[in-house]
């Protein structure tokens, strides 16, 4: 336990916490004793550094359904981009409500909800956290995209990288494999991938290059977000298509971000564990 605050006591009102991970940030705020339902433009404000807290991403804590549940949930989490969209998945911000809710609870597992699925958490270490975070597939339904291909390897056209392999991890990607992540121009090739026709609700443009069989770099284009320093879920999917193209036969990865770095394993059946670093900003009222 620590001396930083979460929801069991918080004050009356519109509580939050700032937490990043990786400095993906997130202004988190906890809806399961009263109901929080922002519209676009509240979002938008309060993500907006010029004109609210500032963050990557509102996250809303809410009681879990029915189904979560009975399926031993402790709360359903809602993401929320700068843009006001919701997504299903980020691995960084679950981290940071994977974190509050261990402590809130003193326990060393939770289950979190998401649209993405049900979400294992653990406590590994001092603001450490490892979360399942569900399993990779290739299916073209499932990522999704607007007609059936060979999801292993994409090619746009149009002077962008070839051999793309996209992926589901309860959000859309596509990773390509690089000579060096630094020397590629994400923030100009990054939206015109994701607006491509092929990707009906666009998708996570992610580059790798392997350092070694148990090593990569990564860098992720996010839908809504733009550039990050770091993505979660973008390096789940590095790790499982390096796996999938034989480019390691290793299961346990680490994988190198411009904020730092996250360890994940992939299972046989194709699930994903992250493990990485929380950290608290500070708390307000919204």
């Known amino acids: 336990m620590t001396d930083i605050p979460t929801f069991k006591d918080a004050p009356s009102g519109r509580f939050f916490i700032k937490m990043h991970g990786l400095y993906?940030?997130?202004?988190?705020?906890?809806?399961?004793?009263?109901?929080?339902q922002p519209d676009d433009a509240e979002?938008?404000?309060?993500?907006?550094?010029?004109?609210?807290?500032?963050?990557?991403?509102?996250?809303?804590i809410e009681p879990p359904t029915e189904a979560g549940r009975s399926?031993?949930?402790?709360?359903?989490?809602?993401?929320?981009?700068?843009?006001?969209?919701?997504?299903?998945?980020?691995?960084?911000?679950?981290?940071?409500?994977?974190?509050?809710?261990?402590e809130e609870a003193a326990a060393d597992e939770i289950v979190i909800e998401t649209l993405a699925g049900l979400l294992v958490c653990k406590r590994t270490g001092i603001q450490e956290v490892s979360c399942?975070?569900?399993?990779?597939?290739?299916?073209?339904?499932?990522i999704p995209l607007s007609r059936?291909?060979?999801?292993?390897h994409i090619d746009l056209g149009d002077g962008l990288p070839a051999d793309g392999?996209?992926?589901?991890i309860g959000n859309p990607h596509i990773v390509y494999f690089v000579d060096d992540v630094r020397r590629v121009d994400l923030d100009s090739i990054g939206p015109r991938i994701q607006?491509?026709?092929?990707?009906?609700?666009?998708?996570?443009?992610?580059?790798a290059h392997m350092v070694n069989d148990s090593e990569l770099n990564s860098r992720v284009y996010e839908r809504g977000a733009g550039l990050t320093t770091a993505c979660g879920s973008g390096a789940c999917v590095a790790a499982f298509a390096a796996i999938a193209r034989?480019?390691?036969?290793?299961?346990?990865?680490?994988?190198?971000?411009?904020?730092?770095?996250?360890?994940?394993?992939?299972?046989?059946?194709?699930?994903?564990?992250?493990?990485?670093?929380?950290?608290?900003c500070f708390s307000g009222f919204l």
Request: with cysteine; aromatic share 6%.
């Open 165 to 168: 392999i996209a992926l589901n």
């Open 246 to 280: 034989g480019l390691t036969e290793k299961r346990q990865i680490t994988v190198h971000m411009q904020a730092g770095d996250v360890q994940i394993a992939i299972s046989t059946d194709g699930v994903a564990t992250m493990t990485g670093p929380v950290a608290y």
């Open 71 to 102: 399926a031993g949930a402790n709360a359903f989490m809602r993401l929320l981009n700068v843009d006001a969209r919701e997504v299903e998945a980020c691995g960084n911000a679950t981290r940071c409500v994977a974190w509050l809710l261990l």
């Open 24 to 36: 993906n940030h997130f202004v988190i705020t906890d809806a399961r004793r009263q109901g929080y």
């Open 132 to 142: 399942e975070m569900g399993r990779i597939t290739g299916d073209w339904q499932e």
């Open 195 to 207: 607006s491509n026709p092929l990707f009906p609700r666009e998708v996570n443009v992610g580059i």
């Open 148 to 152: 059936s291909i060979d999801t292993t």
């Open 43 to 60: 979002i938008v404000r309060i993500c907006n550094v010029q004109t609210g807290v500032g963050a990557d991403q509102l996250v809303i």
